[in-house]
């Protein structure tokens, strides 16, 4: 079982940053892939971000290429979503999942997510 804590969500207007971290239960952390997903109001969820278990490769949305950066640190069993040039249209909560034995930096297929951080983007 893993257990994911997301944190570092809050109010900040357009144009600004924040960045999110993800805590994650287990020893074995350096061999999950690990995901950023969001939920606007009304909408269904959609991937974000991904990185494989070394950090060697990622993955983002069309709509945040650019603007966000996936990152982690195995060391402390947390990974990182840095995001900059914050829209009103990346109000959402976001969340992390983990895919435990995976190599690759995928958009599905995560067997474990957390309660989620919220983030709202004024404009």
């Known amino acids: 079982q893993v257990h994911l804590v997301e944190s570092g969500g809050g109010l900040v207007q357009a144009g600004g940053s924040l960045r999110l971290s993800c805590a994650a239960s287990g020893r074995t952390f350096s061999t999950y892939a690990m995901g950023w997903f969001r939920r606007a109001p009304g909408k269904e969820r959609e991937f974000v971000a991904a990185?494989?278990?070394?950090?060697?490769?990622?993955r983002y949305a069309d709509s945040v290429q650019g603007r966000f950066t996936i990152s982690r640190d195995n060391a402390e069993n947390t990974v990182y979503l840095q995001m900059n040039s914050l829209k009103p249209e990346d109000t959402a909560v976001y969340y992390c999942a983990a895919q435990p034995g995976s190599d690759y930096a995928s958009t599905w297929g995560y067997d474990y997510w957390g309660q989620g951080t919220q983030v709202t983007v004024s404009s």
């Open positions: 990185i494989n278990w070394s950090g060697g490769v990622t």
